[in-house]
C-alpha cells in the first residue's frame, strides 16, 4: 500500500490565522482525500481533490475555508484558513491505490489545536 | 448518496467474549465495504475489506465480517477478545461507480476488561 507522510503531525494556532497541512505520497495516485475527525468523532470526509482540477468538497465545507492545492500526483495542501476552537481536530489525507476500492491508506494525521 | 450506521456506540466486554459490532450502509448499487480500527493515541488501520466473492471475510487479529447484501449489513465479529483489542472500531462504505471516496460510520468504542 500507499506510504503517506503528513506534516506538520501536529500544531497549536492562534484563532483568526491560517494552517497549512501537507500530504505527500510515495507513488502518484489518482485521487486525495482529506478528511476531519474531531475530538472523540468518527471521520468526516471534507473534500476529495484529484491532479489538475478543483477539489469536489462535501456538504458543509467550502473552498473559502478550506482551500485545497493538488499541483501534481503526489502531493496535495489543504488550508484550514481563519481557523477558530472550533476548528481544533486531527486532519487526514488519505489515497486510494489501485483497483477503485481495493484499499485506502491514511496519513498519520495532523492535530490542530487552536486558542 | 451513501451513508453508514454503527448501533454500537460503546461496547463493554470482558476477554474471551465474544464480539460482533453491527454495520449497515444505505446505497442501491454495489460498494465496497472496509473495517479500520484505530488504537489509543494511534492512526487507522485496516482490519478488512471486502470487495468480491466470498460474503465471509476475514481480516487481522482474528476479525472475520459477513456482507448480507440483502440487510445491507458487514458485521464485525471475534469469537474471543482480547484486552488488546480495546479500540475504536469504524466501518467504512464505498460506493463503486459513484464516487471513490469512503464515507465513515459514527464509529463503535470497545472496551474490553481483562
Known amino acids: 500500500s500507499a506510504v503517506i507522510s503528513q506534516k506538520p503531525s501536529r500544531d497549536i494556532c492562534q484563532r483568526g490565522t491560517s494552517l497549512t497541512i501537507q500530504c505527500q505520497v510515495d507513488s502518484q495516485v489518482t485521487m486525495m482525500f482529506w478528511y476531519r475527525q474531531q475530538p472523540g468523532q468518527s471521520l468526516t470526509l471534507i473534500a476529495t481533490a484529484n491532479q489538475g482540477s478543483e477539489a469536489t468538497y462535501e456538504s458543509g465545507f467550502v473552498i473559502d475555508k478550506f482551500p485545497i492545492s493538488r499541483p501534481n500526483l503526489t502531493f496535495s495542501t489543504l488550508t484550514v484558513s481563519n481557523m477558530s476552537p472550533e476548528d481544533s481536530s486531527i486532519y487526514l489525507c488519505s489515497v486510494e491505490r489501485g483497483l477503485i476500492g481495493n484499499g485506502y491508506t491514511f496519513g498519520s494525521g495532523t492535530r490542530l489545536t487552536v486558542v | 448518496a451513501q451513508s453508514v450506521s454503527q448501533h454500537n456506540h460503546h461496547v463493554i466486554l470482558s476477554e474471551a467474549a465474544s464480539l460482533e459490532l453491527g454495520c449497515n450502509y444505505s446505497y442501491g448499487g454495489t460498494v465496497n465495504l472496509f473495517w479500520y480500527v484505530q488504537y489509543p493515541g494511534q492512526h487507522l488501520q485496516l482490519l478488512l475489506k471486502?470487495?468480491?466473492?466470498?460474503?465471509l471475510v476475514k481480516g487481522i487479529k482474528g476479525f472475520e465480517a459477513e456482507f448480507i447484501k440483502s440487510k445491507f449489513s458487514f458485521n464485525l465479529r471475534k469469537p474471543s477478545v482480547q484486552w488488546s483489542d480495546t479500540a475504536e472500531y469504524f466501518c467504512?462504505?464505498?460506493?463503486?461507480?459513484?464516487?471513490?471516496?469512503?464515507?465513515f460510520g459514527t464509529g463503535t468504542r470497545l472496551q474490553v476488561f481483562p
Open positions: 471486502y470487495f468480491s466473492g466470498d460474503p
Open positions: 467504512a462504505v464505498n460506493a463503486r461507480g459513484n464516487t471513490d471516496k469512503l464515507i
